[in-house]
């Protein structure tokens, strides 16, 4: 029995929440190793919902332990508010049930500021990325500069002004060039130090007491955010997400070896939806992605924001498949495609009359393939709330069997609804 890594197999929104709330059933800690408040999940318990984007999912179970890690951006006034959040639900998250990396980057308010500014600009020429505008960006972008403020300083109020000062030199810079005010010293200081004594209790280096978890044989869940095509590596660049989003990133995001992550699970929904801008070859701007977004209420968690959706594309998620090593998939949301007479997947490509079986790295190739489809007879009978495969009509058993071939990965989970009994086991990714 190893441990389990969970990732996005597609470009995120994949309903990840639910099926790490399941598994955290199981395990004894929850860690998140990359992202930040850019993520939103909502887990559905007893019929009440809860929204969580920073805290990592486990955090709503009693007895278990929730760890942030130093691969998360950390923005200190989010999280203290999504803490009180959940206090208001009756969930009471102190250090006894979450600890976060003493190493974690914090996400600043110059770092918000700077992610709009940019994104309003490249508004007006065409090359927005459609952020969550959460400062995501910025706050990686001064880790990898090496002048980031992280979740330690927020301890040491006398070595704090000095960085202070290391990082403004950069952004006021950066921030006269934009035709913007500066931001002087105070303002970070006084930001930084109005939450402090609320975040100081939970900073630990959390790769001790991982190693610790590990030793004693504690099954460790890595709940990973977004998805592998917004990696920033192995996703559609530029349109992705500031960082690696991919299974591997579970140990560096959280001071753990390769060999601590275990099963890879990868999360894929039985279509496809993407949020923001950049290439999505099987989008349906029609009445089919109409359908699918209305029956899938494919609105963003953290931004609003209405999804693209579009077919199942079997191309990306093998390649994910090969990205993350994935060992099973959690099939999410097989019911959004009852009553559809027919089903599309997406088989391959042609680029520029050429057939190819994966997405090419480069932004002019992706936008210029076109999908090959295959065409599934759809089924009218309800796929919502089953929990055998004999409650299944024949034709969606056709479908994920279609699937799990194209892929060449086996559908360990297949999840009939938001609630969390709504679920068909396979294959328990903790007794693989
Ligand atoms: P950022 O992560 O805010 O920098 O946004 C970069 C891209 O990632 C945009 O296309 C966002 O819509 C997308 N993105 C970020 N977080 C999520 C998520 O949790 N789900 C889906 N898309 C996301």
Same mark, same amino acid.
């Given at each position: 029995?190893?441990?389990?890594?969970?990732?996005? /197999? %597609?470009?995120?929104?994949?309903?990840?929440?639910?099926?790490?709330?399941?598994?955290?059933?199981?395990?004894?800690?929850?860690?998140?190793?990359?992202?930040?408040?850019?993520? =939103?999940?909502?887990?559905?318990?007893?019929?009440? /919902?809860?929204?969580?984007? @920073?805290?990592? /999912?486990?955090?709503? $179970?009693?007895?278990?332990?929730?760890i942030?890690?130093?691969?998360?951006?950390?923005?200190?006034?989010?999280?203290?508010?999504?803490?009180?959040?959940?206090? %208001? %639900?009756?969930?009471?998250?102190?250090?006894?049930?979450?600890?976060?990396?003493?190493?974690?980057?914090?996400?600043?308010?110059?770092?918000? !500021?700077?992610?709009?500014?940019?994104?309003?600009?490249?508004?007006?020429?065409?090359?927005?990325?459609?952020?969550t505008?959460r400062?995501?960006?910025?706050?990686?972008?001064? +880790?990898? =500069?090496?002048?980031?403020?992280?979740?330690?300083?927020?301890?040491? +109020?006398?070595?704090?002004?000095? +960085?202070?000062?290391?990082?403004?030199?950069?952004?006021?810079?950066?921030?006269?060039?934009?035709?913007?005010p500066?931001?002087?010293?105070?303002?970070?200081?006084?930001?930084?130090?109005?939450?402090?004594?609320?975040?100081?209790?939970?900073?630990?280096?959390?790769?001790?007491?991982?190693?610790q978890?590990?030793?004693?044989?504690?099954?460790?869940?890595?709940?990973?955010?977004?998805?592998?095509? @917004?990696?920033?590596?192995?996703g559609?660049?530029?349109?992705?997400?500031?960082?690696?989003?991919?299974? =591997?990133?579970?140990?560096?995001? /959280?001071?753990?070896?390769?060999?601590?992550?275990?099963?890879?699970?990868?999360?894929?929904?039985?279509?496809?939806t993407?949020?923001?801008?950049?290439?999505?070859?099987?989008?349906?701007?029609?009445e089919?992605?109409?359908?699918? =977004? !209305? #029956?899938?209420?494919?609105?963003?968690?953290?931004?609003?924001?209405?999804? $693209?959706?579009?077919?199942?594309?079997?191309?990306?998620?093998?390649?994910?498949?090969?990205?993350?090593?994935?060992?099973?998939?959690?099939?999410?949301?097989?019911?959004?495609?009852?009553?559809?007479?027919?089903? #599309?997947?997406?088989?391959?490509?042609?680029?520029?009359?050429?057939?190819?079986?994966?997405?090419?790295?480069?932004?002019?190739?992706?936008?210029?393939?076109?999908?090959?489809?295959?065409?599934?007879?759809?089924?009218?009978?309800?796929?919502?709330?089953?929990?055998?495969?004999?409650?299944?009509?024949? %034709?969606?058993?056709?479908?994920?069997?279609?699937i799990? !071939?194209?892929?060449?990965?086996?559908?360990?989970?297949?999840?009939?609804?938001?609630?969390? !009994?709504?679920?068909?086991?396979?294959?328990?990714?903790?007794?693989?």
């Open positions: 029995m190893g441990n389990v890594v969970v990732v996005g /197999s %597609q470009w995120g929104d994949e309903g990840k929440g639910k099926i790490v709330d399941w598994l955290s059933e199981r395990a004894d800690v929850v860690v998140r190793f990359q992202g930040g408040h850019n993520a =939103g999940h909502t887990l559905v318990i007893d019929g009440v /919902s809860y929204k969580l984007s @920073l805290l990592p /999912s486990g955090v709503v $179970r009693p007895g278990k332990l929730a942030i890690g130093n691969g998360v951006v950390v923005d200190p006034h989010a999280l203290v508010a999504e803490i009180e959040r959940l206090g %208001q %639900q009756g969930v009471e998250v102190t250090p006894q049930n979450l600890r976060i990396a003493e190493n974690a980057t914090l996400i600043l308010s110059l770092h918000r !500021e700077l992610d709009g500014l940019r994104e309003d600009a490249a508004s007006n020429s065409g090359t927005k990325i459609g952020t505008r400062g995501i960006g910025p706050a990686y972008e001064d +880790k990898v =500069g090496r002048r980031a403020i992280r979740m330690l300083d927020l301890a040491n +109020k006398e070595t704090l002004p000095a +960085k202070i000062d290391r990082l403004l030199t950069h952004h006021n810079a950066l921030r006269r060039g934009l035709g913007q500066e931001v002087s010293h105070e303002t970070i200081f006084e930001e930084l130090t109005a939450v402090s004594d609320m975040l100081v209790p939970f900073i630990e280096p959390v790769w001790r007491l991982l190693d978890m590990k030793r004693k044989g504690k099954r460790i869940l890595f709940e990973g955010a977004q998805g592998t095509l @917004l990696d920033i590596d192995h559609t660049y530029p349109f992705v997400t500031s960082s690696n989003t991919v299974a =591997g990133q579970a140990a560096a995001g /959280s001071g753990m070896g390769p060999g601590a992550v275990g099963y890879v699970l990868g999360i894929t929904k039985a279509y496809t993407r949020v923001g801008e950049g290439p999505f070859p099987t989008e349906q701007d029609n089919v992605g109409q359908f699918l =977004g !209305e #029956k899938g209420h494919e609105f963003g968690t953290v931004t609003g924001r209405q999804r $693209r959706c579009g077919w199942f594309d079997a191309v990306l998620v093998r390649q994910a498949v090969a990205a993350n090593g994935i060992t099973g998939i959690a099939l999410t949301k097989l019911d959004v495609l009852d009553g559809l007479d027919e089903i #599309k997947v997406c088989i391959g490509y042609e680029l520029d009359g050429k057939r190819i079986d994966y997405l090419p790295a480069s932004q002019g190739a992706q936008a210029r393939v076109v999908p090959v489809y295959e065409t599934l007879e759809g089924w009218k009978d309800t796929t919502v709330g089953a929990r055998h495969w004999g409650d299944l009509p024949a %034709q969606a058993v056709k479908y994920v069997r279609q799990e !071939e194209l892929i060449e990965a086996p559908v360990a989970l297949l999840s009939t609804s938001p609630e969390r !009994e709504d679920t068909i086991l396979v294959q328990d990714p903790f007794h693989d």
